[in-house]
């Protein structure tokens, strides 16, 4: 495969030991669960540090629970918008791995600035996931309060959270409160695009210099809309990190529970006062850029199938079954709360009023603004004058 | 009432001091604020006394100055963030127009930021390029941001200090060629008492015409109409003080008296804030207008080399043949 596919079954690999180092060649990943579902107990990755999770069988159901919702309410969002519900959506498909690993491997008291995409770890946040289908119908622009829910609002100007998640690290550093078992830490999204841009490296400046907690997370899903990975970067992403002076790893995005692991371990370094690092989640977006985009004009059917085979959902059922930690009364019961879920979520988009026009007049500065006040009563006279006509 | 005659950058820096020792969530950041005090000394001294968390210096990246700032914003602090000069800005412009202008709309109130960003701007001081700028019209035209720039010691003095404690996100004009002149400057008048930060005020107050500046203008505009006096014609002069919003209700009340008025700034004529004042006053005072608004600005041209930037700035010289030309309609 023309991306170096780190999974790709032509390695040959044999059954699983139940200790091992990380996949040797190149690229490097930590994985600890194959494609084809077989969990691999701990991996000394490249940074030779030892990965693993100690999940309860619950928590293994709630892990495959939370790939499967995501899964369901982002199909269900690109339904709303093919009926004219949304103006557009980015869909997460493919990457549910990569957002409920990292998004379940956050503490309480973590903050996390993502990108438009973030879906997943919107919902791992506790935020109700009808927060930004008001923002792609074009009803608000992300409902949700941050600091409520530690999560900022979506960002679409690429790489520009990047920068604020550093300056938030920094603020939770002056605070003090780092350097214990519960400091605080961040995470910043974003995706191998974004890596080019000015930002993203100006924050990888910064937090290295001010020893920031902070964890840079790029879902690396081989595409910036049309522009392959190979357009942005002549090195595998996670190892810009050296240049910067701190670590990078190559983790394996479709892969739920090496996500956790990895995500974890940079959390609690961060939250310790051990300072950034660089996680970059090898996966792919399996459907269009957004529903705007045609992927076929640029990307070869072929490609799209040797992911399939990855899929991160499919590799996690397998595992489940295998273990028997779930049957089939459960994968039902699943199926089924995402069906109910997701009927709920259209009902209420679709009830979703538009907002007041003079409204676009609040907010736009904490202490307001003459002028405003004065456009807005001019406004409103002027779309009073209408009253009873049928304009 | 305890008075001292200060430089506008000592006024400054002291604003800022008192700004550190009333609210621990002030912190100021820049390229080279702290050992060195920033290029013009107004953050002289403040690392020594408050520390290195307090007074940052920062890596060389405007951007990361003003997109750090948003995330320290987002948790809580009041950033003060120093642009070295003008001309630096651009590399900042996103983050300043599509983070810190809208986070508190596009959040619909939930975040605000309360940041401000100091901009030493305007020539005269002979630099090199990219040093002379007036990019005040591209942070006016930005709604959710908010522009004043001070001309006087006590207005650099007081308005620092209340831009840093608004919650709005303020772009702060430092006229640097007016650095370093001296006024006198009451240093312990109440905040809460003082002059408000978005409003306009007469500078000299006169019959005849009114001139309108901000910034490093305004001592140009007093140069004219004392020289305007010597031959009998009486100027008023209008500290705008804020760019936006603008606070105009004192210039049409002028100008409904005097029934002449010319904008004076260094910025390019061209959709500058002349344009916007020239029109406003032409919407409100039209009966009262005995010419049209004139504008007296910067060419349209990039900004030249330093020895020819006297002939390209607004001057005593060019103010008074505006004004002569009201008088000839
Ligand atoms: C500064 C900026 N330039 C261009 C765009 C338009 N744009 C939106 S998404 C995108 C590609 C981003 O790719 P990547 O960072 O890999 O993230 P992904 O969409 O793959 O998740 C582009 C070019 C933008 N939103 N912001
Ligand atoms: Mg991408």
Redesign the interface.
């Known amino acids: 495969m023309a991306k170096g596919d780190p999974g790709a079954p032509a390695r040959g690999r044999r059954a699983a030991p139940r200790s091992r180092k990380a996949t040797t060649g190149d690229p490097e990943l930590v994985q600890l669960l194959t494609p084809s579902g077989e969990r691999i107990e701990s991996v000394t990755g490249p940074d030779g540090i030892e990965y693993r999770v100690d999940f309860t069988d619950e928590e293994y159901r709630g892990l495959y629970r939370d790939l499967v919702l995501v899964r369901k309410l982002d199909a269900e969002a690109t339904a709303l918008q093919r009926q004219g519900e949304l103006g557009i959506w980015a869909s997460l498909l493919g990457q549910e791995a990569a957002q409920v690993g990292s998004g379940r491997a956050l503490r309480t008291q973590d903050m996390a600035f993502p990108t438009y995409r973030e879906h997943g770890v919107l919902y791992c946040r506790g935020i109700d996931p009808i927060m930004p289908l008001g923002l792609f119908r074009g009803v608000d622009q992300g409902g949700w309060d941050p600091n409520e829910f530690k999560f900022n609002m979506y960002t679409i100007v690429i790489g520009a959270q990047t920068l604020h998640a550093t300056g938030y690290a920094m603020g939770v550093a002056m605070d003090g409160k780092t350097g214990t078992d519960d400091g605080e830490a961040v995470i910043a999204y974003f995706g191998d695009g974004a890596t080019s841009q000015g930002d993203v490296n100006e924050a990888f400046v910064w937090a290295g210099v001010f020893n920031s907690p902070l964890v840079f997370f790029c879902q690396n899903n081989q595409y910036a809309i049309s522009e392959p990975l190979e357009r942005q970067t002549r090195i595998p992403l996670y190892r810009r990190a050296a240049g910067f002076g701190f670590p990078g790893i190559r983790v394996d995005g479709n892969d739920v529970l090496a996500t956790y692991a990895v995500t974890r371990h940079a959390l609690d370094n961060a939250r310790h006062g051990q300072g950034p690092s660089l996680i970059e989640a090898y996966t792919y977006r399996m459907g269009a850029h957004t529903t705007s985009d045609d992927p076929t004009r640029y990307r070869i059917a072929s490609e799209v199938e040797a992911w399939q085979a990855k899929d991160p959902i499919a590799r996690m059922k397998a595992f489940l079954e295998r273990e028997k930690i779930a049957d089939s009364g459960f994968f039902t019961e699943v199926d089924e709360q995402a069906r109910r879920e997701a009927v709920d979520l259209r009902e209420r988009v679709l009830a979703m009023p538009n907002p007041e026009p003079s409204t676009m007049f609040d907010h736009v500065y904490p202490n307001g603004s003459p002028l405003l006040d004065e456009q807005r009563a001019q406004f409103s006279r002027y779309f009073d004058s209408f009253e009873g006509s049928a304009h | 009432m305890a008075t001292e005659t200060l430089t506008l950058g000592k006024a400054l820096n002291i604003g800022l001091r008192k700004a550190l020792e009333n609210d621990p969530k002030v912190?100021i950041m820049g390229e080279d604020v702290g050992k060195l005090g920033g290029v013009f000394r107004i953050t002289d001294g403040l690392q020594k006394d408050f520390g290195d968390?307090r007074v940052i210096d920062?890596?060389l990246?405007e951007?990361?100055i003003?997109?750090?700032?948003?995330?320290?914003?987002?948790?809580?602090?009041r950033?003060v963030c120093e642009i070295q000069f003008d001309g630096f800005v651009y590399?900042a412009y996103?983050?300043i127009v599509?983070?810190v202008a809208k986070?508190?709309?596009?959040?619909?109130?939930?975040?605000?930021i309360?940041m401000v960003i100091r901009i030493p701007f305007g020539g005269g001081i002979g630099a090199v390029e990219h040093h002379s700028e007036s990019p005040e019209a591209y942070f006016a035209h930005t709604?959710?941001l908010?522009v004043v720039s001070c001309a006087s010691p006590q207005d650099a003095y007081v308005m620092i200090q209340q831009a840093i404690a608004?919650?709005?996100p303020i772009v702060f004009l430092e006229p640097k060629r007016r650095y370093w002149e001296k006024g006198q400057v009451d240093l312990d008048a109440p905040l809460s008492e003082a002059y408000p930060l978005h409003a306009s005020r007469v500078a000299r107050a006169g019959t005849d015409a009114t001139l309108l500046a901000y910034g490093p203008m305004v001592r140009t505009c007093l140069d004219a109409a004392t020289a305007a006096a010597e031959d009998g014609r009486n100027l008023e002069v209008i500290d705008l003080r804020t760019l936006?919003?603008?606070?105009l209700g004192v210039v049409y009340e002028s100008v409904r008296r005097t029934g002449r008025a010319v904008v004076v700034h260094e910025a390019p004529s061209n959709v500058g804030l002349g344009a916007e004042i020239a029109a406003r006053i032409t919407e409100e005072c039209f009966y009262s207008l005995e010419s049209p608004v004139l504008r007296v600005a910067g060419f349209d041209t990039p900004y030249p080399a330093a020895r020819v930037e006297e002939e390209y700035l607004p001057d005593l010289d060019r103010v008074l043949d505006a004004v002569d030309r009201t008088f000839g309609w």
């Open positions: 912190v968390q920062t890596p990246a951007s990361g003003i997109g750090t700032a948003v995330g320290l914003a987002i948790r809580g602090y950033p590399p996103d983050q599509s983070q986070m508190h709309y596009r959040s619909r109130g939930k975040l605000n309360p709604a959710g908010k608004s919650d709005d936006s919003p603008l606070d």
